[in-house]
Structure formats: C-alpha cells, structure tokens
C-alpha cells in the first residue's frame, strides 16, 4: 500500500473504475482505487447489463448517451472485450396509457437528439419474432440503445485509468478514517493508512455503511433483483433487440443463443438495510422461485420459447436503490473533500460511463458540465437519516421501477413526515396534500362533496377546475396560501452585509426594511440559486428560498464563508410558519385584523414590515410570486393557528378562499415568474432569464462579475420565452416538450401549464437569441402531437404594468 494519493476511490465497480478513468483522461493521475474483493464483485459483475439511454431528465439522458459514445470505443482504446452491442431495444404497449407514455417518450427523445420510433405490434413482432402480440396494441423502437458485459466495460476502463498512472489495490478493505475537522486526512485499510487530497465513495449497495463511517448521509437501500438465465433456445433469432415489457413488468435481453429475462415486480424485497457484510463478495442470494413466479408466469405468456427452455439458472442479486428512484452522486455536504456516487437503482451500467465524467469533473473543474441536479446529494434532507423512511420510500419506488410515470403522481409511503402548524385546520378544509422535501404541502383544495383525491391520468384532471377557481379567487378577491415549507435563513453580523454582497449578483445594501430578489452566481455567471431577501436590521438578513433546495443553498453559503466571526448563519425553517395573503383584497384584509398602518405609502412593494395580526407578532414580506398585491406573513410557529383563524374569520366577507401550489404554479406562468430547478439553472446567466435588472454591475467585486460584464457586453446567448397555445380547450402539454421552428427542434419547453385568467396554455423554454425574433412560426410537440403555438412579446402576460403588484 502507497502511502498517500490525491484521490482514494472506494470502490471498484463500473462508477469507481469510470471515475478514475475519467480523472486520469483529464489530467490528474496520482488516483488509487481500493477494493475490498476484486474488481466488479459487488453487484457490477451480476448486473444484467442493459443500456438505455432515454430519462425524464435532459442531462441524465445526455449522461447516458456520452456512456453509449463511450463503450462504442473503448475497445479499440483498451484492448479489452466490452460486449457492447448495439442492439436496439423495443418498448411493448398493453394499454392506451402505457401508449401514451411511449409516445411521451419518443416526444422527449426527440427533444433530446435520440431517435425512438412509434411502431405497429406487427412492425414489433418483425423485429422480434419470440414475442406474442395478440394484446399489445403498439410499441416503440429506440435503435442506439444496447447491452454490454458489465464486467468487460468495468475491466476496460480499469485499464485505461492504470495505462495513465492510476493504482488499484484489490483485496483491500477499508476500516475508517482520519479527520481534521471537516476534512478527511487518510483512509485507513487492513493493510495500512493512505492520506489524501480528495476520498470519493462508489462502494454501490456498501453505501450506505461506508457513509456511516465517513459522517455522511448516504439513504440507499439494497434490494433482491432476480433475472433467469437459459440455455441455448433452438431457433432463437440472432441479434434481438432487448425487451422492455412495462406492462407485464419484465425485460429480456438475449444471451450467447439463449435469453435474460428479468424484472421489478411490485413487492420488492430489501435486502440487508442495516448493512451488507464486508464479506460478501462475488457472492449472490438464494434464488427465491416463488417470489419470481409473478414475473415468469407473463413471460411465459409474452415468449413461449421459455416455456421448453431450460433454465441455465435464477440469479439473485442484490442491487441498491435510493428513496426517489435517482442516483447519488456529488460532493457531501457534510465534508469538504468527499464525494459519493453510489445508488444506481440498476442502471449503473448504462450511467456507468457517463457517471464518472461527471464526477471527475465535479473534483477537478468544481462542478460537472451538465447540470444533474435530481442526482445530486444536496437534494436530501435530515428526514432521510431515517432508516425506516429510507426503506418505506425505497421500497414503493422499486415497485414502480416500471409501472406508468404519471404527470403530476404522488407517492403514498412514509407521508406526513413534515407538517405545517396549520396541516389539520387545512386538511378539514379540504386540503389535497402533496409531499416535498417532506413536507405536507396543500395542492389544491377539494370543495365539499368532492373527494379530495387526485386523480391519475394523461388528460385533464380532477382538480383542473378546482385550482381554475383558487386562480379565480386570488385574481379578484383574496387567497391564503400555507407556504411554511419555505426554507429561510437569518445571517447576521458585522460583516454579514459585505458577505452578503460578495454572494448576490443584486445590490443587497439597501435600507432596513427592503426586500431584495437576487441570484447567486459561479465564476462562469450561471446561476447556482435564487432568493429573497430581507433586511430586518444592519447587521441581520432574513434569507427565503424554495423548499427542496434549502440544503444546496446552505452548503454554497457555507462554502464561502470567510471564518473570521463576523458572519453568523442560522436555519429559521421550523421557526416561521407562512402565510401568504394574497389578491386585490388582501391589504382589505389585513387591515381588518391588524391596527397598523398598511397603506401603500408606508409600506410599499419590496419592503418588510412587524406588525400584529389578531393576538400574533409577525413580519412581512410585502412581494408576490403571482402577480398581485401580495403579502408574505412569517410569523412565529406557535402562532400560527391563530393567525390563520383570524384571517379566515375576517376574510368571509371578502370571498376568502385556501389556495394550493397548483394555484402559484399556474398564475407565476402567467406573470412571467421563473422558477428554480427549471428555469433558473447552472446553465443560465440572470441575462438568459431576463433577469439583468438582479445584476448590479455597479457595486464591488462579486462572485461572477466578471463573467456576468462579459456576457452583458456580448449579449446573451439565449432568451427565456413565453409560448402560448390558441386551442378550444385547455390541454395537458408534456414536461420537456420540444419547440420546433421550420422543422428542427430548436428548444425544449422547461415549464408548462395553463393560465386560467388568460384562458391559453402557456411554456417557457430558452430559444438561441437568434430564433427569438423569428416570425415564422412555432410547433411545439406534445405526445406525439404537434400544436402552432406563439411566441409572445413579453413573458409577461398578464398586467404587464405591474398596477395590481403596486396598489
């Protein structure tokens, strides 16, 4: 064992042997990987090795497919056998809805450079004749996708790292760690101590035990995944695509004459979740028949030939899963030179090229060249240090592994972890919960006599005409809307201003009393966040940004923190229920509960103020994420009962009405509002979201001024535009929807919805600045259908003047 190396990989499965092959390719090569058996005998080497390119995310597809560019060459770079085939692969259709999904997909795929292709059951039987088609009613054909030898491709990238100075230890166990503060100095083994710059965790279903040991919360779950194996079947086709069976939840690939076939069924097994033993190595579980008959029993059905085949054997192996179905992967906000990637919820080898570019280039480059947010680490919160929610969670995704992705779906296990102080008075109200980052959050409210239910579907659903109505309501009168999931922070101290500053692209020295919208920006000007804030005090901020993205937020905070004591950070989420007050009638209201001065004049749009509502302090922030006049009330968690009833109470007369995020999604498209995690990403400057007027080039150095002058002097490369669709009904556009201009996709749509107060479907997406200004028309394409749409003037499509927002 060497003594010290820049980077210790743990792991020696496709995702660590594809990092070190990628830190090596970009230069660093002082990098070693240890393993605790040898490499791929984890869950690598039993894995069934089918690569599919194709995700609900942009960026994880472009993941996948740097994986496919990869494997297509890594042969004749290497020298090793991969087993990569391009073999197509074809997607089976039993019902209208699962049709309607292949059809969203190869709309995505389109957006997304692939090629998938709608086909008949008689087109689907030609290009695989061991199928039966008597109940499928059509398919889809995605000819770049394959299958590889999971343990070739991890061999191969193996070598490629070492041909570049990499060293590899097998047969090395890790046993701890040393630490200096938040750093971690050494890796410790049973066969001595290396010290390093930089640990990386890609120990697979080992994970979580290994994030255990490093401080680092790492929610992945194992569990049973069975495939069988055949003999060679007399009369098999040669060169079969692989099989995706959805409906009958199975897959098939073919095998040297004979076939794979496996599955998730719905009642997954977990497996070990206290931790799985160092020993068990190049091992696999009893194969468990009964619980494979739900899956053998359709397959016989789909392809007779396994009726008479002899099964060669049952594989049982493990693999790890993850609470969202998505991947772990990036820096550990726990530790300053960790990063995880781990928890491939069994497409590991399909991500597993893809994968370790991205992680090279988060430890050398600071960050990866795609923006793979639903990956990240930072997206998990304190409620996933439960084992048992963990294991709930983890295990109702592993049974939707291939059920229908509904628009908009719920999911019903380990709820009502985070609860507003107002969950149960809601509830009663006929409140329709949805979880984020934990938290109960009301959707919609159900009227009585209607069953607060959502129902799932790809056309209109229940609740369009109950949110139209919320819509309604904040338009004309007045709407309250629980949003305590907000997470805020106060930061305070002599030099909390100038830290402040040094962080936000806005000018954030202005008087006590102002509330400020601003981003913060990386070096390159794109954007890592957004927030409002407000300045309570001299010396003291209260910062407020979306739900799910409080821990990301937390950690760039942190992260650039001078350490001199004169910065003092505090989570304030638990702290502050809130209510927003909503509507031309909303200062109406408030006026009748409270004895302040409210008036427009002494407290205007953009400012906070304290006051008391009913027998409650709070304070306010007066700004509107939906286009009227509007006012954020943070107050106090034990008041917040009160103050809700108050304003109720007082609110009757008025045509109060509970609103849902529904209400806020639809409305903030129609004003104009960007959203982060969709609109505002590390992939766009403010000046490509239209939101120069943040950028104050002014003031002193801040993080990505630099860039940010560049760009403002060249111009943007890129516009955020608005789409409306002229349709006698309102329609259910896809997520990721392409827009096309004279036949080419020159766009993806990243939010859409309808707009009830203009009565129109309205996207969003980013057009290249030189298709903004084309006259010639739009198509965007949605399920297969295209629709004109136009290209609005100005996102703002409702009181452009702002006159509702200031009155």
Known sequence: MQDSARVVIIGGGIIGCSTAYHLTKMGWTDVVILEKGELTSGSTWHAAGLVGQLRGERNITRMLQYSVSLYEQLEAETGLATGWKKSGCLHLASTQDRMYELKKGATTARSFGLEMNIITAKEAYDFCPIITVDDVIGAAYMPTDGQADPAGITQAMAKGARNRGAQIYENTLVTGFTFDKKRVTAVKTDKGEISCEIVVNCTGMWGYQMGEKLGVNTPLVPFQHQFLVTNTIEGIPANLPTIRDKDNLIYYKDEVGGLVMGGYERNGIPWAIDGVDNGFISQLLEPDFDHFQQLSDPAMKRTPCLEEAEISRLINGPEAFTPDGDAIMGPAPELDNCFVAVGFNAFGIAAGGGAGKMMAEWIIEGEPSLDIWPLDIRRFGKYHQSRKYNVARTAELYGKHYTIHWPHEEHDSARGVRRSPLYYQLKEKGAVYGAKYGWERANWFAPEGVEPKDDITFDIPNWFDHVAAEHKNARENVLLIDQSSFCKFEVEGPGALSFLNRL????????????????????????????????????????????????????????????????????????????????????????????????????????????????????????????????????????????????????????????????????????????????????????????????????????????????????????????????????????????????????????????????????????????????????????????????????????????????
């Not at 638990?574 to 006026?591: C, D, H, Q, W």
């Not at 009904?729 to 096309?740: H, T, V």
């Open 504 to 807: 936000c692209a806005n000018q954030i020295d202005r008087p006590v009393g102002k509330v400020i919208y601003t981003q913060m920006c990386n070096e390159r000007g794109t954007i890592e966040c957004d927030m409002t804030i407000g300045r309570l005090a001299e010396d003291k901020f209260l910062l407020v940004v979306g739900t799910a993205f409080g821990k990301r937020v937390l950690w760039w905070l942190e992260n650039h923190m001078v350490g001199d004591n004169t910065v003092f950070l505090k989570e304030m989420t638990s702290a502050y229920a809130v209510i927003n007050v909503i509507g031309p009638k909303s200062r109406a209201l408030l006026e009748k509960t409270s004895n302040d001065d409210l008036s427009n004049t002494t407290f205007p749009f953009g400012t906070c103020k304290s006051f008391t509502v009913g027998y409650a302090p709070v304070t306010s922030f007066r700004v509107t994420y939906v286009g009227e006049l509007g006012y954020e009330l943070y107050i106090p968690t034990e008041f917040a009962g009160q103050v809700y009833e108050t304003l109720w109470e007082a609110g009757q007369e008025l045509g109060v009405r509970n609103g849902g995020y529904r209400t806020i999604a639809s409305t903030r498209l129609e004003k104009g509002y960007a959203d982060w995690g969709s609109e505002l990403t590390p992939e766009y400057t403010p000046f490509d979201a239209g939101l120069g007027f943040c950028v104050d080039l002014e003031k002193d150095g801040f993080i990505g001024k630099d860039a940010l002058a560049e760009i403002k002097a060249e111009g943007p490369k890129f516009k955020l535009c608005s789409f409306t669709i002229d349709a006698d009904k309102a329609l259910m556009i896809q997520g990721s929807a392409p827009i096309i201009c004279e036949g080419e996709v020159v766009a993806v749509t990243t939010s859409a919805g309808y707009g009830h107060t203009i009565g129109k479907n309205i996207c969003y997406a980013y057009l290249p600045v030189d298709k903004a200004s084309y006259t010639g028309g739009f198509e965007i394409e949605s399920y297969k259908k295209r629709y004109p749409v136009k290209i609005e003037p100005s996102r703002v499509l409702f009181d452009p003047e702002r006159k509702k927002i200031l009155a």
